[in-house]
């Protein structure tokens, strides 16, 4: 699986962004997604996962009633969408994908569990 992330750019705090994730290859459907984040000086953290049929998800405390993660499996894509940035939602964001872990409900929010990673997207939250 290949995953291409898009969507980040520049926006003032307060305002939203939608990522998405489009996959290739025929697994798409068959694989929990998540979404991870890197700040400058920072270690990679968890922001948000959900499962292969997209009816589970689980996200960060930090980013709980801010941020939605979706997918569609007809077009291979998940998104994340997030509302009321804050300066410190700034990051790049990663999207990845696990074949093992999860299915049913969401993944756990470990990067150790995720066998495919897009090349990541800059979000960047001006206040």
């Known amino acids: 699986v290949q995953l291409q992330a898009s969507g980040g750019g520049l926006v003032q705090a307060g305002g939203s962004l939608r990522l998405s994730c489009v996959a290739s290859?025929?697994?798409?459907?068959?694989?929990?997604m998540g979404w991870f984040r890197q700040a400058p000086g920072k270690e990679r953290e968890f922001v948000a996962g959900?499962?292969?049929?997209?009816?589970?998800?689980s996200y960060a405390d930090s980013v709980k009633g801010r941020f939605t993660i979706s997918r569609d499996n007809a077009k291979n894509t998940a998104y994340l969408q997030m509302n009321s940035l804050k300066p410190d939602d700034a990051a790049v964001y990663y999207c990845?994908?696990?074949?093992?872990?999860?299915?049913?409900?969401?993944?756990?929010?470990?990067?150790?569990?995720?066998?495919?990673w897009g090349q990541g997207t800059l979000v960047t939250v001006s206040s």
């Open positions: 990845a994908a696990s074949r093992t872990a999860g299915g049913i409900r969401a993944p756990p929010p470990r990067a150790s569990v995720y066998d495919y």
């Open positions: 290859g025929r697994t798409f459907s068959s694989c929990s």
């Open positions: 959900i499962s292969v049929s997209g009816g589970s998800t």
